[in-house]
């Protein structure tokens, strides 16, 4: 059980379209799913909360017009990165938490996305 | 804010040893500390968490200890295997505060 979906697993565009990628709790439901970003080499950088009817939650320094996030139902969750520039080039992880397991912190994290922006 | 640091950046073990990964947190409010394993071009898997009431968990090969005092946890593999060889990463969070900050993680090889 607890499995976590993204789909594409990897992705390519020119520069200035934009991409989206979605996240999907494919066994519970969940209220609340995340957004990470990875870097080669580098630990995973939460960039945004996503909640189930409502608004996005983002960290500092993350552009909310160009990451836009909607998550409109409790097993789905969908990243779209505007106007991609080279610099957006990254993987990009999802995680869910069990909206049954409330009392507990646990994660599950999707496979990634490899999104290289030409 | 929280903040996690992790020890060493790199480790190489022979097959057979043990392999000890130590993180430090900053915030007293933490209570919830998972270890993940990450392979190349995966996403991170949960491998074992602590929570600050107990002070050691362990799974078949797989331990973490907590110091609550010292604001530190080590996750410690015994016999180690090839098949071990991942990047590591620990995290902090606090109850019902959803964010995990992670460490910078640890490259673990583990050498035939």
């Known amino acids: 059980g607890a499995v976590v979906s993204q789909h594409p697993s990897r992705v390519i565009c020119k520069s200035g379209t934009s991409v989206k990628i979605e996240c999907r709790s494919l066994d519970f439901q969940a209220t609340t799913m995340f957004w990470y970003r990875q870097f080669p080499k580098q630990s995973l950088m939460l960039m945004a909360t996503s909640n189930e009817g409502s608004k996005a939650t983002y960290e500092q320094g993350v552009e909310k017009d160009k990451f836009l996030i909607n998550h409109a139902s409790l097993t789905l969750s969908t990243l779209t990165v505007t106007s991609a520039h080279p610099e957006d080039s990254s993987f990009y992880i999802c995680?869910?938490?069990?909206?049954?397991?409330?009392?507990?912190?646990?994660?599950?994290f999707g496979p990634g996305t490899r999104l290289t922006v030409l | 804010g929280e903040n996690v640091e992790q020890h060493p950046s790199t480790l190489s073990v022979q097959e057979g040893d043990s392999a000890v990964i130590k993180c430090t947190y900053s915030d007293s409010a933490s209570n919830y500390f998972p270890w993940y394993k990450q392979e190349l071009g995966k996403g991170p898997q949960l491998i074992i968490d602590?929570?600050?009431?107990?002070g050691e968990k362990k799974d078949q090969r797989i331990a973490v200890t907590l110091n609550k005092t010292a604001k530190h946890f080590s996750l410690h593999i015994t016999e180690t295997q090839p098949e071990d060889s991942a990047v590591y990463f620990c995290a902090a969070s606090n109850n019902g505060g959803q964010n995990f900050v992670f460490g910078p993680g640890t490259r673990l090889s583990v050498l035939p």
């Open positions: 602590i929570r600050s009431n107990v």
């Open positions: 995680s869910a938490r069990d909206i049954a397991e409330s009392s507990y912190n646990e994660q599950f």
